[in-house]
């Protein structure tokens, strides 16, 4: 998958830029004011980094650069800066998740707590400004970093002329211009992956962004894809009152994890009222009226069945995001899945282009493209930098949480190293006791001959944070005794994580 590098000698020459009387023709047709834009020329000014896209990769990229000295422009088509995770992914579902969370939380769990309360409505314009809010404060947080660190952001199309200029089209009412560069990161991301046969239209059938902002609660969804995101935006509005149906074609749900924690999430997902349907293909949607049709079949075959939905979300993964980048005009090297071809210090073909983030190999998670901007810009400024691609977490941010770092059970029994499992479930960890939030364990597989951690695996409160330790566990290369010779405040959930590395050498206090 990676290439040897192929030297290029650099471009030089003029650019365009914007007319300093834009202004002036506000009103006017904005083809004819790119035009008269373009009609004026200046000398090239040439920048030591631009990083093409502003998602979690590119802005991190961006920033690092400029705090290392090099003058730097970040270039993203959406106009806000964020990406897809800021703009409508990780972000929005977030705030979707913990406010949906809170409203079926009071609706059936308050009475058992002590706690009494009259009549509960949501105010789904209120929720989903709620959202808004989270996003917006977000983006100018991005914006200010930017202008603090002295970074030009073009808010339009960054497309290759060559190896060493980009032209940016600027969105409506901003500046064209061509900016040549010494460095250049392509950190473009990726989009929602399209399912054959069925058109999106954000009503009806909706992708992730559609499904974030439907404007009313539907009486019944069809989720097509039982992975992380077709799971935690069918929490959201299962917990908001729809009927939630997923259909997954694999046997069992959450692609990647531990195949042990992936039951526990799908038993508690049932329990909560989803409907999972796995070993399940979808053959076809029809609108009908003012819903949708989904036609599915066993995965075998010879189970043919129609279910009707309001909304049908389409969850079936990402793919490389490189429309009007003009790839074709310096020839990148892309692979069978559209992913741009890197070495293993992010370079192309081209030593001064390196790829980072969706849009090349690995997982498609923010924190793991943010990473990769950090090294990639110390690649370019000191010749060295680290991304260590086994301790890279996930998480899943349903109720109860999941999250993992490092190898599931099944990756290390494939390996054929001899290994030992500790488990320590939060029914016995006090914290969680007098939360009255009981539900999952801390799963841990270290190496038998050695006691090094290779995977750590949680299910329940907290997950998400939780797994931060483990993490730097498997970076340092901890064994479970290391962990189980910390000492973990009393009462907090971290005890349990404690208690598996205790189980995994030896054995539990606690149970």
């Known amino acids: 998958m990676l290439k040897s590098l192929v030297p290029v000698s650099k471009s030089s020459g003029w650019h365009l830029t914007q007319s300093t009387t834009r202004s002036f023709y506000a009103g006017q047709n904005s083809s004819i004011i790119r035009a008269l834009r373009r009609g004026y020329a200046t000398e090239t000014k040439e920048l030591d980094v631009v990083v093409i896209g502003a998602g979690p990769?590119?802005?991190?990229?961006?920033?690092?650069?400029?705090?290392?000295?090099?003058?730097?422009?970040?270039?993203?088509?959406?106009?806000?800066?964020?990406?897809?995770?800021?703009?409508?992914?990780?972000?929005?579902?977030?705030?979707?998740?913990?406010?949906?969370?809170?409203?079926?939380?009071?609706?059936?769990?308050?009475?058992?707590?002590?706690?009494?309360?009259?009549?509960?409505?949501?105010?789904?314009?209120?929720?989903?400004?709620?959202?808004?809010?989270?996003?917006?404060?977000?983006?100018?947080?991005?914006?200010?970093?930017?202008?603090?660190?002295?970074?030009?952001?073009?808010?339009?199309?960054?497309?290759?002329?060559?190896?060493?200029?980009?032209?940016?089209?600027?969105?409506?009412?901003?500046?064209?211009?061509?900016?040549?560069?010494?460095?250049?990161?392509?950190?473009?991301?990726?989009?929602?992956?399209?399912?054959?046969?069925?058109?999106?239209?954000?009503?009806?059938?909706?992708?992730?962004?559609?499904?974030?902002?439907?404007?009313?609660?539907?009486?019944?969804?069809?989720?097509?894809?039982?992975?992380?995101?077709?799971?935690?935006?069918?929490?959201?509005?299962?917990?908001?009152?729809?009927?939630?149906?997923?259909?997954?074609?694999?046997?069992?749900?959450?692609?990647?994890?531990?195949?042990?924690?992936?039951?526990?999430v799908q038993r508690s997902l049932s329990k909560q009222g989803l409907k999972i349907k796995t070993g399940t293909k979808v053959l076809g949607a029809d609108l009908v009226g003012d819903g949708v049709q989904v036609k599915v079949d066993s995965a075998k075959g010879g189970k043919e069945e129609t279910l009707d939905a309001d909304v049908v979300l389409v969850a079936i993964g990402r793919r490389p995001y490189t429309e009007g980048l003009g790839l074709e005009n310096i020839d990148l090297d892309v692979d069978e899945r559209g992913r741009l071809v890197i070495d293993q210090e992010y370079r192309t073909k081209y030593p001064h282009i390196r790829v980072i983030g969706d849009v090349t190999f690995g997982a498609m998670l923010a924190h793991k493209a943010e990473e990769e901007g950090i090294a990639a810009v110390e690649y370019i400024k000191k010749g060295h930098g680290h991304v260590n691609y086994g301790a890279i977490p996930a998480v899943m941010y349903t109720h109860p949480e999941v999250a993992w770092v490092g190898m599931t059970e099944e990756q290390v029994k494939a390996s054929g190293v001899a290994y030992n499992v500790g488990k320590f479930p939060f029914a016995a960890n006090s914290r969680a006791k007098t939360n009255l939030d009981t539900e999952g364990w801390v799963k841990m597989i270290a190496e038998k001959d050695t006691d090094r951690l290779l995977g750590i695996h949680i299910i329940g409160p907290n997950a998400g944070e939780m797994i931060a330790e483990g993490t730097l566990a498997i970076e340092y290369g901890a064994s479970s005794e290391d962990i189980s010779r910390t000492c973990h405040a009393h009462p907090t959930l971290s005890e349990a994580f404690k208690e598996a590395a205790m189980a995994t050498h030896g054995k539990a206090i606690h149970f």
């Open 57 to 264: 990769g590119g802005y991190v990229a961006a920033i690092k650069a400029a705090q290392l000295g090099l003058k730097t422009a970040c270039i993203d088509k959406r106009g806000p800066p964020g990406g897809t995770c800021l703009n409508v992914g990780c972000i929005p579902s977030k705030s979707l998740l913990n406010n949906s969370f809170l409203y079926h939380e009071i609706l059936h769990d308050t009475k058992k707590r002590g706690i009494e309360v009259g009549d509960v409505k949501l105010n789904i314009a209120n929720f989903l400004k709620a959202k808004d809010d989270a996003v917006n404060g977000n983006v100018r947080g991005i914006e200010i970093l930017f202008k603090q660190n002295k970074i030009d952001y073009y808010r339009g199309t960054g497309k290759f002329l060559n190896p060493n200029e980009i032209e940016v089209t600027g969105n409506p009412g901003e500046p064209d211009a061509i900016l040549k560069a010494k460095n250049i990161i392509v950190a473009t991301g990726s989009e929602s992956t399209p399912f054959p046969g069925l058109t999106i239209d954000e009503k009806k059938i909706v992708t992730s962004t559609g499904a974030i902002a439907l404007d009313k609660v539907p009486e019944k969804m069809v989720i097509i894809g039982g992975g992380i995101i077709g799971l935690e935006l069918g929490s959201v509005w299962s917990r908001l009152g729809a009927n939630v149906t997923v259909v997954e074609f694999q046997n069992s749900i959450g692609a990647g994890m531990d195949a042990e924690i992936a039951k526990l």
